[in-house]
């Protein structure tokens, strides 16, 4: 029996993306961060900001995300380019 070396941990991110309306909650879809380098601000709002533009700004009325701070503060980005929209963190996480 041998033992092998990671040269690399093994790291995977996934950001997963779930949509509730009035007929229930519908995940959406996964998008795997795994390759990527940095978690900033920006990054998360890139994010956010494409999911409105895919599910179509005038049915996106709230943004719920957990409580990490590069993601707070993509949320207040988001609220500055879109003002009708409420950004919150869930109160779970």
């Given at each position: 029996m041998s033992r092998q070396k990671l040269e690399k941990p093994l790291h995977n991110s996934f950001k997963n993306i779930i949509v509730k309306n009035t007929r229930g909650?519908?995940?959406?879809?996964?998008?795997d961060a795994s390759n990527v380098t940095s978690s900033t601000a920006e990054y998360y709002f890139g994010l956010m900001d494409k999911m409105v533009n895919e599910i179509d700004e005038e049915f996106v009325v709230q943004v719920v995300t957990d409580n990490e701070s590069a993601i707070k503060g993509s949320g207040h980005m988001?609220?500055?380019?879109?003002?009708?929209?409420?950004?919150?963190?869930?109160?779970?996480?």
């Open positions: 909650t519908v995940f959406k879809k996964s998008i988001l609220m500055q380019k879109r003002r009708h929209l409420y950004w919150s963190a869930c109160f779970a996480h």
